[in-house]
């Protein structure tokens, strides 16, 4: 059955696979809750299946997920306090410029 469906040059398993990890990475995203815990609401046979299929869609385990978001949201706060800093220091030259 798995053969007959195609959609994307994918079956029905690759599909309902693909799914999952989306899911999972909106749940690495957006929660905090353990791997394994992510995994077993997923229904994956084990954390180590979990990974394995992961990394294959991904590239990146799951925890190496989890971190590269971590640093990218880290990455981002920074600059945009740097700028919002920076407008600020412009704002009071400006002002001192006026007076």
Do not use: D
Not at 10 to 39: F, G, K, N, Y
């Amino acid at each position: 059955m798995g053969n007959v469906y195609r959609f994307e040059k994918e079956t029905i398993s690759q599909a309902i696979q693909r799914a999952r990890v989306e899911e999972a990475e909106s749940w690495l995203l957006l929660s905090s809750h353990p791997i394994a815990v992510i995994s077993a609401w997923l229904l994956f046979t084990g954390q180590s299946h979990f990974t394995k299929i992961f990394k294959k869609h991904t590239g990146l385990t799951p925890k190496q997920y989890r971190q590269s978001i971590h640093i990218s949201r880290l990455a981002f706060l920074y600059f945009h306090l740097k700028c919002r800093k920076n407008r600020i220091e412009m704002y009071f030259v400006f002002e001192k410029t006026l007076k």
